[in-house]
Structures are given as C-alpha cells and as structure tokens.
C-alpha cells in the first residue's frame, strides 16, 4: 500500500476511534483518552526535519499528562524513527494488521438474527464488557470512548436465550468504513455467531454508501484472521508500537 493511502486511512481510523485530546504538530500528531487503547493514547510522526527534537516535545506532551509517550508505527512513520526510538529503549509492542474488503460485490448473509442500532445501550457495553474481560474501570472508560463517536455507526447484537452473545460495532466515513469490538461470548463461539455479525455490519456499510471495510486485527490472531479472510479481507499493512523501557502493556489494539 502506498505511504499516502497509509496514513490516509490511519486518520480515518483514529477518527472513528477517537481519542478525548489530540495534539495536531506539523508532521505529527498526538492522542489522549485516559489509558484506553493504544490507539488513542499514543503519537503518529509522519515528517520530521529534526526527529530527536519531535520526539522530546512528543515526550513532554505526554509527561504533562501523567503519561509515558507511545509510538505508533508503520511503513509510512518518519524515516529513522524507529531506529531513533530503538536507540532510546523504546522497545517494540503489539504488531497489528490493518485489512481491508471491497463492499462492491456479493456480501455474506448473516445465518443469525442480528440486531443493529445507532447508538451503544448499556446493554450492549455491559456484554461486550462481560466478553472481553473488563473490570469497572475499563468498562467506565469504554463508554467514554464510545461517546465520543459523532460519525454514524452500527452496533450490532445476536441474542440467544433473550440475553447478548455477540457484538460488534461499524462506523463509517465517507468511502471508507471500520469494524470494531468483535466479540462473541466464551459459551456461544464457533457456532457462526461472529460471522453473521459481521456480515450484518457489512451490509450497513454498503447501504451507507461505503466501498472499502477496513479493520485492525493483532498479528497471531488466527480465528479472528480466519473469519475476516472468509469474508474477502485481505492484509494491507501492518503497525506496531513503540512503548518506553519498563512500560508494561494493558492496552488492546
């Protein structure tokens, strides 16, 4: 993929994930949410003319926030950064695909019932709290991501037994739109549950006039892979983190 359509779709990425501060820099830019995800706390350089000067103000942003700064990468980042950050003892974290399908053809059809709505209940954030392991304060926070989201979006629910067994959520931005927070309850897996949720969110995206879905997978994931292949994505390209020495990752994505 092209270094510019790269960070084009980081940015429409980050938009529908969004961070609570963002620190736009000539080249560069700097994301803030309180510690959920690391795609939303941490930095994107692009273009640096003094990268070790970047990096330091970079460095003090998240200081002032009581945050170690983070890097996130990819084959379009500034050139010389992640050897700049390696010489610093930032260590490398968290390799995760970026895949994409085109909208254009025949879409699958969901084998379930799925429910979709234009705005998280607390049911919903209660279910995918419950799937994904959350205690209460990544649950608080998760809700404050979500309410962040002013593009449109679908969340998507499969009921069985009257109570939520899989979840997931697309948002949409123009051509483009992003699947996230799959998950599907340890009870109800391999019975074809994440498959119809995502072929429903995959018909929203279309009906909403979108061409390409995009999603971030983290590299090893096999049954995740296998159920996005199956549904025509295709591996674009691939970012990792940079996090300071000592810094112990708690972060998804």
Do not use: C
């Not at 080249?27 to 510690?35: H, I, L, S, T, Y």
């Not at 941490?42 to 170690?68: C, F, K, M, N, T």
């Not at 929203?204 to 390409?212: I, N, P, Q, S, T």
Request: glycine share 10%; proline share 6%.
């Amino acid at each position: 993929m092209r270094r510019d359509d790269i960070r084009r779709l980081e940015g429409v990425a980050d938009r529908a994930w969004p961070a609570a501060e963002v620190w736009p820099g000539p080249g560069w830019e700097a994301r803030f949410a309180d510690g959920m995800h690391r795609r939303i706390n941490s930095a994107s350089v692009w273009e640096a003319a003094d990268l070790p000067d970047v990096v330091r103000r970079i460095e003090q942003w998240y200081a002032r926030r009581g945050r170690p700064a983070i890097f996130k990468l990819t084959d379009a980042s500034a050139p010389g950064l992640d050897e700049h950050l390696a010489g610093r003892g930032y260590a490398r974290d968290a390799l995760v695909q970026i895949m994409t399908a085109s909208l254009d053809g025949t879409l699958p059809d969901p084998t379930h019932p799925v429910d979709l709505a234009a705005a998280a209940s607390e049911e919903w954030m209660d279910a995918f709290a419950g799937m994904s392991g959350y205690g209460p304060e990544r649950r608080r926070l998760l809700g404050e991501v979500l309410g962040r989201i002013r593009l449109p979006a679908a969340y998507a629910a499969l009921r069985e037994g009257g109570a939520i067994a899989s979840v997931g959520l697309a948002v949409a931005e123009g051509r483009e739109a992003g699947l996230f927070e799959m998950a599907t309850a340890p009870g109800h897996r391999r019975r074809g549950m994440a498959g119809s949720v995502l072929a429903a969110l995959l018909e929203w995206m279309a009906r909403r006039g979108a061409a390409v879905a995009y999603l971030q997978v983290l590299e090893g994931n096999e049954p995740a892979e296998r159920l996005y292949r199956g549904a025509g994505f295709e591996t674009r390209y691939r970012y990792w983190y940079r996090v300071p020495p000592g810094w112990l990752s708690t972060m998804p994505r």
